[in-house]
């Protein structure tokens, strides 16, 4: 069994999830089980999730926001408020958005209002087989 199978067997000890809504950290493993391998180890091994409240869906940052190093890892913030307002599936997708841009090395400090990240995160997202608002280009067309 490679490590993949091991963290994907046993989720709920191998991601660090800081909030205290179990709703959103039960649906933050769902995603982690459905990656591929090579995304679920990036998010294991170099992602901290956060809830942040209500003040937007998700966002991914490199960790160098803290500390001024490297970024090597990554601070995803979800906003609880989504349970409330939205289906599962696209819940899911919003949380493998921001996995996505991890996954693909976007600084989303340095390439604020880029489009072209969001598009390639939602191109990965479906890749990847979610379906949802967080796979679709549409709702960046107007940014």
Same mark, same amino acid.
């Given at each position: %069994?490679?490590? =993949? ?5 046993? &989720?709920? #000890? ?16 769902? *995603? @982690? *089980? ?7 180890? /990036? ?11 209500? !003040? ?6 490199? =960790?160098? +926001? ?9 601070? &995803?913030?979800?906003?609880? =408020? %989504?349970? =409330?307002? /939205? ?5 899911? !997708? ?9 996954? @693909? ?11 072209? &990240? $969001? @598009?390639?995160?939602?191109?990965? +997202?479906? $890749?990847? #087989?979610?379906?949802? !608002? ?7 067309? !107007? $940014?």
């Amino acid at each position: %069994m490679d490590i =993949a199978e091991v963290y994907r067997n046993d &989720i709920w #000890g191998n991601f660090v999830y800081l909030g205290d809504d179990q709703d959103l950290e039960l649906l933050i493993g769902d *995603v @982690l *089980v459905r990656l591929p391998d090579q995304p679920l180890l /990036k998010a294991i091994d170099s992602c901290v999730f956060g809830s942040v409240g209500r !003040s937007n869906q998700g966002l991914t940052l490199p =960790a160098n +926001v803290l500390n001024g190093g490297e970024a090597e890892s990554w601070l &995803i913030l979800l906003d609880d =408020a %989504m349970l =409330a307002s /939205k289906q599962t599936e696209d819940i899911q !997708s919003v949380i493998a958005h921001e996995i996505a841009h991890a996954y @693909l090395g976007h600084d989303r400090v340095a390439d604020a209002g880029d489009v072209s &990240i $969001e @598009l390639d995160a939602c191109r990965q +997202v479906r $890749e990847w #087989g979610f379906q949802g !608002s967080g796979a679709d280009d549409l709702r960046h067309s !107007s $940014e």
